[in-house]
T-cell receptor
Framework: KQEVTQIPAALSVPEGENLVLNCSFT??????LQWFRQDPGKGLTSLLL?????REQTSGRLNASLDKSSGRSTLYIAASQPGDSATYLC???????????FGTGTRLTVIP | DVKVTQSSRYLVKRTGEKVFLECVQD?????MFWYRQDPGLGLRLIYF???????EKGDIPEGYSVSREKKERFSLILESASTNQTSMYLC?????????????FGSGTQLSVL
């Protein structure tokens, strides 16, 4: 069974810093990987989706990379802002028909 | 924008009650999912549905059932609520065409069973 791990569980950085969030998965035979953001007490918002044939995706200040062979993905956030404070989760699926397996997330706090 | 609406934001129920959690999406998505989220355990899939009147068990279906009579609506039913079902419940949907579409979530229902 696929297991998705995100370390660290929590991270605090001063405003303006660039930062990297990590995600690892045990089964490299994935179909795609998604990064989500979750604000406290709210649902999840999809930020980026990387197909297994891709190595990275970018949206604004966010850049997600994927290394399938090593079972790793990173989410890079440039010039962090207090509004980036949230929990970030990654999730993978095995094929087009299967559901997502989620990590437990990294809680990010950006200090003004 | 896709909208996934969960009928209740907070819900308090007593042990043994039958509980209905409703989810409606407005983008004609084929696939709908129910997850629960618990601290330290992350999101775990309860049930999902790829079409009307179709349902599949997820990783933790025990104590739950679902209903999908219309494409836009996916209901989660707790037949006899227990305290260990206190959790945040999240509904999600996607088009499911090719498996490379983003998953859209509702705002969640925080259920407390006393």
């Amino acid at each position: 069974k696929q297991e998705v791990t995100q370390i660290p569980a929590a991270l605090s950085v001063p405003e303006g810093e660039n930062l990297v969030l990590n995600c690892s998965f045990t089964d490299s035979a994935i179909y795609n990987l998604q990064w989500f953001r979750q604000d406290p007490g709210k649902g999840l918002t999809s930020l980026l989706l990387i197909q297994s044939s891709q190595r990275e995706q970018t949206s604004g200040r966010l850049n997600a990379s994927l290394d399938k062979s090593s079972g790793r993905s990173t989410l890079y956030i440039a010039a962090s802002q207090p509004g980036d404070s949230a929990t970030y989760l990654c999730a993978v699926n095995r094929d087009a028909e299967s559901h997502l397996f989620f990590g437990t997330g990294t809680r990010l706090t950006v200090i003004p | 924008d896709v909208k996934v609406t969960q009928s209740s934001r907070y819900l308090v129920k007593r042990t043994g009650e039958k509980v209905f959690l409703e989810c409606v999406q407005d983008m004609d998505h084929e696939n709908m999912f129910w997850y629960r989220q618990d601290p330290g355990l992350g999101l775990r899939l309860i049930y999902f549905s790829y079409d009307v009147k179709m349902k599949e068990k997820g990783d933790i279906p025990e104590g739950y059932s679902v209903s999908r009579e219309k494409k836009e609506r996916f209901s989660l039913i707790l037949e006899s609520a227990s305290t260990n079902q206190t959790s945040m419940y999240l509904c999600a949907s996607t088009t499911g065409q090719g498996g490379n579409e983003k998953l859209f979530f509702g705002s969640g229902t925080q259920l407390s069973v006393l």
